[in-house]
């Protein structure tokens, strides 16, 4: 049983993510080609169709070079007058439906393409949200916002434009040389050895600029991240007058950027340098020869002329295929970023999390549990305690000693790497997370309000609750007393992260959510803040509703609380050093005892413990 639990498997899957990705520094086509599959498989006739239009368009593109031979040889030096209106008539309607085909391509390939990028985004978002706990604190937001945004768009080009782009173009080619080779075998031989070299070139070019590319990427997920922090947290910024280094860590970010973009330019312009040469190159090689063949009697000028038209139209394509190269490289360097994220292992998926529970009581064990979120760095030693249902276990201790890692893992955002958390009997290493989170409420010091209105903010914990749930929730925790002051009522916007309530109100909404939710365990971490006393004393009310009949626990900062719970532990260095109820733990005199007596002088009925707000040591 022990080894198959996800603590273990959180640092197995850290492990594997490591490996994973020293294991792919360079995407390669193979590599993302399932991915490939995947996406064009439901798109299959689409592309079917799109390649049936290519061909029919890139089929009219010859036309024209073709009828060059005609016109010159039959029309412009024989004279003969009758086949002008079928060369003509010829190279009219092939130019109409060429266009027509181009038209329908891009519309048709576009559509697609910006469909996908949808498709790809939700998916993506959708399974970075089903993702433990382990794998936000690994990662920075900004980048997985990059992630989920950004990565993505590239893909467009393999169902967009691009692959279609790639593969006519390919197909031009090739017609063109067979053509070629049907008019002058010497002088196709020729220009098809200098192409070759340029085609090497290029497969060359591309291979350094994908690592550019996938250093850019990196890059801009940096910068947009710190970006994001440093807005969000102005506040801060503004208060240690921090504006200039912030913007000197930004304006370093941006010039890193710079210096990729520019690298990535250099290697693009090189490439459209050596294509130019190259084509001189072609164009005097066949010139020189044409004209000794022409001499020799070997080539018409009508087949001269025709022949450099075919040349032209296979060079284009090849130089064409340097852009649609670099923007399919993009793209599967973002769709092997995407695939890594999408190969990250979802909390649900793990195997022996199999267990869904039902409705639960509430009775929660820690059986001799141990805990480390970095090997060989042991937070937690033999914890060991039990909350019976509907009582409130209070978790005091100094800052650093394990609190919230003991609630962590009640919550099951990490599990025990030795002994066990059980809910109703049942170990939270066996449980689906999904069917015990339902019944899991929390309110957190830091309250997470969006940016959105006060009803939306309430009403996430439970999307589907009446008006009147909603109501009688907002008056138990005092949430009408300020919203129906304002102009908007429920509709007004709280502004990011709530900055437009005060701490109370913000507070208080987050109460209003966890009733609403009506969970069987809470998780409390009161705020240390001191709120004047009617605010505190509405809070108190609003929590005492909400903690009445389910197992609660907190973090617990007043004295109310502690007072009147079950239970107390008082955590140290990570074992539970002491445990009773106030009054045993006072009798006894001990490092609650201490705690208490230190900090009762300073805070009326704030219980601070070492290391939190701004405590003098008595
Ligand atoms: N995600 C994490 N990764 C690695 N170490 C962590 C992580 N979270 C916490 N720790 C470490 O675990 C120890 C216990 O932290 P925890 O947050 O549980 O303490 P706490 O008692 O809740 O403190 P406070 O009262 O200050 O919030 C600390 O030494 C901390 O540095």
Same mark, same amino acid.
């Given at each position: ?69 005609? &016109?010159? %040889? ?88 691009? @692959? ?14 067979? +053509? ?20 090497? &070139? ?12 996938? =250093? ?41 950027? &710079? ?84 190969? =990250? $292992? ?59 890692? @003991? ?10 790497? !030795? ?67 304002? =102009?908007?009522? +429920? ?29 069987? $365990?809470?998780?409390? %971490? ?51 050093? !002491?445990?009773?109820?106030? %009054? ?8 609650? +005892? ?17 290391? =939190?707000? %701004?405590?003098?040591?008595?």
């Amino acid at each position: 049983m022990g080894a198959e639990k996800p603590a273990r498997g959180g640092n197995i899957q850290r492990a594997a993510a490591a490996e994973l990705s020293l294991k792919r520094p360079k995407p390669k086509f193979r590599d993302v080609w399932p991915e490939i599959k995947e996406l064009v498989k439901p798109r299959k006739w689409l592309l079917v169709g799109s390649f049936c239009l290519m061909l029919v368009n890139r089929a009219c593109s010859l036309v024209l070079p073709a009828s060059f031979k005609p &016109l010159t %040889d039959e029309v412009f030096i024989k004279h003969h007058m009758a086949i002008l209106p079928e060369v003509v008539g010829a190279v009219l309607l092939a130019t109409i439906l060429q266009g027509i085909t181009s038209y329908s391509l891009t519309q048709l390939l576009s559509t697609a393409g910006q469909r996908l990028i949808a498709e790809l985004r939700t998916k993506v978002q959708a399974h970075v949200g089903r993702l433990p706990v382990s794998y936000y604190d690994e990662n920075r937001t900004g980048a997985l916002v990059a992630r989920i945004m950004s990565d993505v768009e590239g893909v467009r080009n393999i169902i967009g434009t691009g @692959i279609v782009d790639f593969v006519g173009g390919v197909l031009t080619a090739i017609l063109a040389f067979a +053509y070629l080779l049907m008019q002058s075998v010497p002088m196709t031989i020729v220009t098809g050895v200098i192409m070759t070299i340029f085609a090497l &070139l290029v497969q060359r070019a591309f291979k350094t600029i994908r690592p550019i590319f996938r =250093e850019r990427a990196k890059l801009n997920a940096e910068v947009t991240g710190r970006l994001t922090e440093s807005l969000g947290g102005v506040r801060v910024v503004k208060g240690y007058h921090a504006e200039e280094s912030e913007s000197r860590v930004f304006a370093g970010g941006v010039e890193k950027l &710079l210096n990729n973009v520019i690298s990535s330019l250099t290697a693009q312009s090189l490439m459209t340098l050596s294509s130019t040469v190259i084509m001189g190159v072609v164009g005097a090689v066949v010139m020189w020869m044409g004209a000794h063949a022409n001499a020799a009697g070997k080539l018409t000028p009508g087949g001269y002329f025709s022949y450099v038209m075919f040349l032209a139209f296979m060079t284009a394509p090849l130089i064409q295929l340097v852009n649609i190269g670099t923007q399919l490289t993009e793209a599967m360097a973002g769709l092997d970023r995407t695939r890594e994220v999408l190969s =990250e $292992i979802e909390e649900d998926a793990n195997a022996a999390q199999h267990h869904a529970l039902g409705p639960i009581v509430g009775e929660v064990k820690f059986n001799h549990v141990n805990f480390s979120y970095v090997d060989d760095k042991p937070v937690l030693h033999d914890i060991n305690f039990e909350s019976k249902p509907g009582t409130v276990t209070a978790l005091v201790g100094s800052s650093g000693s394990g609190k919230s890692t @003991i609630i962590s893992l009640v919550c099951g955002f990490h599990f025990a790497n !030795e002994g066990s958390v059980t809910v109703d009997g049942h170990d939270l290493a066996t449980v689906k997370l999904s069917s015990y989170r339902g019944q899991l409420g929390v309110v957190l010091q830091e309250t997470f309000l969006f940016d959105g209105t006060i009803r939306e903010n309430v009403v996430f914990s439970r999307p589907d609750a009446t008006e009147e749930q909603f109501l009688e929730a907002c008056r138990i925790a005092r949430v009408d007393e300020f919203a129906e002051r304002f =102009e908007d009522g +429920y509709q007004t916007i709280v502004g990011e992260r709530g900055v437009k309530l005060s701490g109370g109100q913000r507070q208080r909404l987050s109460i209003a959510r966890a009733i609403l939710a009506d969970p069987r $365990i809470l998780i409390l %971490d009161e705020a240390t803040s001191s709120l004047d006393s009617e605010s505190e004393a509405m809070i108190q009310q609003g929590l005492n509703y909400l903690m009445r009949g389910r197992t609660t626990f907190v973090i617990a900062h007043r004295l109310s609380t502690i007072r009147k719970a079950d239970q107390i532990l008082v955590v140290e260095q990570g074992r539970i050093v !002491e445990r009773g109820t106030h %009054d045993e733990l006072f009798a006894m005199q001990g490092r609650y +005892y201490d705690l208490y007596t230190r900090q009762h002088g300073l805070e009326t009925n704030l219980f601070l413990a070492p290391g =939190e707000g %701004d405590t003098v040591t008595a």
